[in-house]
T-cell receptor, first 117, second 112 residues
Framework: GAVVSQHPSRVICKSGTSVKIECRSL??????MFWYRQFPKKSLMLMAT?????????EQGVEKDKFLINHASLTLSTLTVTSAHPEDSSFYIC?????????????FGPGTRLTVT | GEDVEQSLFLSVREGDSSVINCTYT??????LYWYKQEPGAGLQLLTY?????DMKQDQRLTVLLNKKDKHLSLRIADTQTGDSAIYFC????????????FGTGTKLQVIP
């Protein structure tokens, strides 16, 4: 089956530093990947849509200079939280759509817990 | 705009049926989904239904769709303790990047 991994699964960083989260599709190619943020006991909020080889499309209210997204290959997208602050602490989940597949197919990673101290 | 709402909490006894409800507003939705999230984990797609269907059954899961009322439900028969999780309904429409909009999530607690 289609597997999406995220690395790291948990990260603690100091306020003001940057942290990079990787999202990989392990056994399929993904032209499109999505980055979500989930607050405690809340739903998933789409942050941005990442397309291989082009700029990401950010949702309204998401700062593109703070949340840098790079989708350099068909199996890897990265989210870099720059100059992190405690309010950036959250659960970040990525998903990937197979380049060749059915319309509804989208596979989610296990998530990355970010804690900013 | 897109808005997907669910009740926050449901408690059932092991062996009973669970029914989780969801309402959505986007009439252009093509697919409606049910996802399961266990504590600290990502999302697992349980089932999906096309917007032109009324019902879909998959083993213990039954999805009912009322397009007129924009109401979606998930019935879990013979609920087990392993079914305890948060359940999200979600919608997307065909075309574009297939952006998925998630509901608020329902926490299902199964009492042994």
């Amino acid at each position: 089956g289609a597997v999406v991994s995220q690395h790291p699964s948990r990260v603690i960083c100091k306020s003001g530093t940057s942290v990079k989260i990787e999202c990989r599709s392990l056994d399929f190619q993904a032209t499109t990947m999505f980055w979500y943020r989930q607050f405690p006991k809340k739903s998933l909020m789409l942050m941005a849509t990442s397309n291989e080889g082009s700029k990401a499309t950010y949702e309204q209210g998401v700062e593109k200079d703070k949340f840098l997204i790079n989708h350099a290959s068909l199996t890897l997208s990265t989210l870099t939280v720059t100059s992190a602050h405690p309010e950036d602490s959250s659960f970040y989940i990525c998903s990937a759509r197979p380049s060749v597949g059915l319309d509804y197919e989208q596979y989610f990673g296990p998530g990355t817990r970010l804690t900013v101290t | 705009g897109e808005d997907v709402e669910q009740s926050l909490f449901l408690s059932v006894r092991e062996g009973d049926s669970s029914v989780i409800n969801c309402t959505y507003t986007d009439s252009s939705s093509t697919y409606l989904y049910w996802y399961k999230q266990e504590p600290g984990a990502g999302l697992q797609l349980l089932t999906y239904i096309f917007s032109n269907m009324d019902m879909k059954q998959d083993q213990r899961l039954t999805v009912l769709l009322n397009k007129k009322d924009k109401h979606l439900s998930l019935r879990i028969a013979d609920t087990q303790t392993g079914d305890s999780a948060i359940y999200f309904c979600a919608e997307s429409y065909s075309g574009g990047y297939q952006k998925v909009t998630f509901g608020t999530g329902t926490k299902l607690q199964v009492i042994p």
